[in-house]
T-cell receptor, first 114, second 113 residues
């Protein structure tokens, strides 16, 4: 079974631009979560989508948004990029998003904002 | 609040040495506990997990036991290899918090031949 895939793997943007990242979960998984990883703040939860609905949200500004499609694929968008948005963005999927389930991570998208 | 604390690295070891990485947590509720590993340039891979008190997770020679009384989930391996060099993350999931993993700060482990 194919793992979680994320595209693109690397991105370079400039301040003020917007960016869209894509995540394809493991086949059959309906929950997709997004995390931001930075050297200073570590791994932080952005949001979770299940059945095309945002079910949980972390403490990030409204510039960070996401959506999920009927095939469970998910995208996240960051508008008006800031230098501090440079990070590794990780997507994770699980079957139903229940608390004992394992979340499987993709390789991440590394975003550099100049 | 809910949090995970793990020992800071880097931890530098010689091959075949014993590895312990301490992890403690606070949680309003009864969490599931996880150890993930991240190799350079990659995402996170699940190493092991435990979902109830006294459960022992194990994989690839690594072990961790869910200790409710000490709110701990320490990772151990009896004989490390150079290929175990990576960053290790302890994390928990709390039912009341939804499907949100809370991670420790990560511990970098470097194994020298």
């Amino acid at each position: 079974k194919a793992g979680v895939t994320q595209t693109p793997r690397y991105l370079i943007k400039t301040r003020g631009q917007q960016v869209t990242l894509s995540c394809s979960p493991i086949s059959g998984h309906r929950s997709v979560s997004w995390y931001q990883q930075t050297p200073g703040q570590g791994l932080q939860f952005l949001f979770e989508y299940f059945s095309e609905t945002q079910r949980n949200k972390g403490n990030f500004p409204g510039r960070f948004s996401g959506r999920q499609f009927s095939n469970s694929r998910s995208e996240m968008n960051v508008s008006t990029l800031e230098l501090g948005d440079s990070a590794l963005y990780l997507c994770a999927s699980s079957m139903n998003g229940e608390y004992q389930e394992t979340q499987y991570f993709g390789p991440g998208t590394r975003l550099l904002v100049l | 609040g809910d949090s995970v604390t793990q020992m800071e690295g880097p931890v530098t070891l010689s091959e075949e040495a014993f590895l312990t990485i301490n992890c403690t947590y606070t949680a309003t509720g009864y969490p599931s506990l996880f150890w993930y590993v991240q190799y350079p340039g990659e995402g996170l891979q699940l190493l092991l997990k435990a979902t109830k008190a006294d459960d022992k997770g194990s994989n690839k020679g690594f072990e961790a036991t869910y200790r409710k009384e000490t709110t701990s989930f320490h990772l151990e391996k009896g004989s490390v290899q150079v290929s175990d060099s990576a960053v290790y993350f302890c994390a928990h999931l709390i039912k009341a918090a939804g499907n949100k993993l809370t991670f420790g700060g990560g511990t970098r482990v470097l194994v020298k031949p």
